[in-house]
């Protein structure tokens, strides 16, 4: 008979998740087309820019399948992702190298974290966008932090005891000998030397 393995659950989940973006007219005469991710499809195959719908002059590509990664430290971010008033993943867009004008951007990322979108908002170089969780990567994600999240306890640090009776004699650094107080101010000479 096999030995029964330790039933924990993995600390890691990888999940591929298709990603759609839909390729409208810009409304200005500098952006000529708006990009935008609009959906998610968890366990999706590979795509590279596949259209799967066209109305008038909008597009929607599956654009890539990336890796949503779970990872057991980052429970509190999945939660307040979760907590939402509409659950959401963040799709990282990053621009191609000019040139490739058919297709301006890449899909980098897909998280669940708003604390990692919120990093790559702040570089200002890729395009962050919101889009709402399946119903079924809800419950995933709901399962995962459910197996791994501990609350942390609230732990007031102490502090240490000084003894405040200690004079300092002001000489600075005790390894290097010193006649004077390091912090005294330059002698009159010095000063016109230094003029």
Same mark, same amino acid.
């Given at each position: 008979?096999?030995?029964?393995?330790?039933?924990?659950?993995?600390?890691?989940?990888?999940?591929?998740?298709? %990603?759609?973006?839909?390729?409208?007219?810009? %409304?200005? =005469?500098?952006?000529?087309?708006?990009?935008?991710? %609009?959906?998610?499809?968890?366990? *999706?195959?590979a795509?590279?820019?596949?259209?799967?719908?066209?109305?008038?002059?909008?597009?929607?590509?599956?654009?890539?399948?990336?890796? #949503?990664? #779970?990872?057991? /430290?980052?429970?509190?971010?999945?939660?307040?992702?979760?907590?939402?008033?509409?659950?959401?993943?963040?799709?990282i867009?990053?621009?191609r190298?000019?040139?490739?004008?058919?297709m301006?951007?890449?899909?980098? #990322?897909?998280? *669940?974290?708003?604390?990692?979108?919120?990093?790559?908002?702040? /570089?200002?170089e890729?395009?962050?966008?919101?889009?709402?969780?399946?119903?079924?990567?809800? *419950?995933?994600?709901?399962?995962?932090?459910?197996?791994?999240?501990?609350?942390?306890?609230?732990?007031?640090?102490?502090?240490?005891? %000084?003894?405040?009776?200690?004079?300092?004699?002001?000489?600075?650094? *005790? =390894?290097?000998?010193?006649?004077?107080?390091?912090?005294?101010?330059?002698?009159?000479?010095?000063?016109?030397?230094?003029?």
């Open positions: 008979m096999p030995a029964v393995k330790d039933m924990q659950p993995d600390k890691q989940v990888l999940l591929p998740i298709g %990603v759609v973006v839909r390729k409208t007219p810009g %409304v200005t =005469r500098w952006a000529r087309w708006c990009w935008r991710a %609009v959906a998610v499809l968890p366990g *999706a195959g795509a590279e820019w596949r259209e799967l719908r066209r109305e008038g002059e909008a597009v929607e590509y599956h654009a890539a399948t990336v890796q #949503l990664d #779970l990872h057991h /430290t980052q429970t509190d971010a999945y939660l307040e992702a979760l907590r939402a008033q509409v659950p959401s993943v963040y799709v867009l990053r621009p190298a000019a040139g490739t004008d058919d301006p951007y890449e899909v980098t #990322l897909v998280t *669940a974290s708003p604390f990692e979108a919120q990093d790559y908002c702040d /570089t200002g890729e395009i962050v966008e919101k889009v709402p969780m399946p119903e079924g990567l809800i *419950a995933l994600i709901r399962d995962f932090v459910a197996a791994h999240h501990a609350d942390e306890t609230f732990r007031k640090r102490k502090r240490d005891r %000084v003894n405040i009776e200690i004079a300092q004699d002001g000489v600075g650094d *005790a =390894r290097i000998p010193q006649a004077a107080d390091v912090y005294r101010a330059p002698s009159r000479a010095r000063r016109e030397r230094l003029h």
